[in-house]
């Protein structure tokens, strides 16, 4: 992957050959355990070394984002203690291991999450940053993609789609859930919207793999990993994915997406004008 | 075939290790552990020892079973492409039981001998090799821990180099996998639901406290048997 599509190359090239701080960089940083900024942050700081060149170091560090309802708010299909360790726990240490890891390494800065996950799956070598930025943004995305009363059935142009793709609803739903129960390990199953086929797809992919190494557009997500469900389920793997797609699926976000999608894959005929 | 007239089909449900069916296709059946759930506590809770024997084994067994009748029938009648189909499942749940097996035979109480250090020619292959028993449960620990997703951590001996080995494998891959010459002495199960409902995501306290309840006598013996 070239670093023209990073936007602040530039930057990166910079700080990391000009700048030699007299500090250990541990003095400069002040640890931050739970930022709550939803964007990748940037902070820029001052160097207060001897030098005292006023020459910042620029730092990207990722947040943890909030799921978008209360951790009580899935039960009693997921439970508060599974959302508190799940999110709290599992997913905190995911971004806490990942900013530790950007502290060390230049390369890396000035990225969007995307663009991480990307270059750091370095087309299937992955360097270690990308477990933990893929189990980042996995999880941001698996939130979304559930809702308190969520469940039920997709209504218009996704519905139309999936039925395109998979014959019916019903069909759908009956090859995700066996995706998911098929899968080995740990891992997660997708719903994807393929950009050369141009049609929707169910992935299965392991540990922290995600469809947009392969620049596909995810639309909704399921966690597979055992942590996800033992506390509520313990191995009843098969009650948690009917469940999740029953009561917990937020095909309003997945809807969205699916909108957005369709921004970069075009899934009609053009409709050229007759003049 | 003698055999065939004693084993009737409801005694099959009773025999140990293997049952035979209808065309003497050997299935398998969850192995008795030599100790009660309960008895290896503090170090594994007897809810997981439970819940791990009895549900996530036996539906190993259950599947494996399953898609081992299922690749006799695809055999009998040529079926190439359904035999290679069912390659992925019988590696994993064939490799969930024979791991899962050896994995019982690991762990023992403290009171029966459960933590108690190797002696004879394992410990001294270990001092050797590794320098103390210290460094070898460091760096099984390490790797434990470093290990992404699910899978296990093996001590094993080359039995051609009469050389032990520390190595992972994924999932329920066993550890010939990694070298056919290898064979496994000590295998901790490093998958979330070995350690989860006592642990949470502290992989590395699972692993601390899991050595105060390893059996060295089984993997001693193994040992033995390689390298005489």
Redesign the interface.
Known sequence: MSWSSCGSSSICSWSSSSFVPHDPPSKLLKKRSTPSIAQPGWKQRRNYSHNNRGVSKVFGYYGLKNPPYKLDALEPYLSQKTLE?HWG??HR?YVEALNKQLEKNDRLYGCTMDELIKVSYNNGNPFTEF?NAAQVWNHDFFWESMQPGGGDMPTLGLLQQIEKDFGSFTNFKEKFIEAALTL????WVWLVLKRDAKCLAIVKT???INPLVWNDIPIMSLDV???SY??DY??DKAKYVNTFMNHLVSWNAAAVRMVRAQAFVNLGEPKIPVA | MALRTLLTRKNLANSPMGMLGLRGLQTFSLPDLPYDYGTLEPAISGDIMQ?HHQ??HQ?YITNYNKALEQLDDAVAKGDASAVVKLQ?AIK?NGGGHVNHSIFWKNLAPIREGGGEPPKSSLGWAIDNHFGSLEVLIQKMNAEGAAL????WVWLGVDKEFKRLVVETT???DPLVTKGSNLVPLLGIDV???AY??QY??VRPDYLKNIWKVINWKYASEVYEKECP
């Not at chain 2, 992404?148 to 899978?151: E, H, I, K």
Request: glycine share 12%; charged share 15%; no cysteine.
């Open positions: 360790v726990v599992h240490g477990n080995f390990g740990s891992g392991s540990n922290a990993w055992e942590h033992y506390l313990r191995n | 819940l549900k996530h539906t992925s994993f992404q997703g699910s899978g994924a999932n329920q998958w979330e639901h989860y409902l949470k995501n």
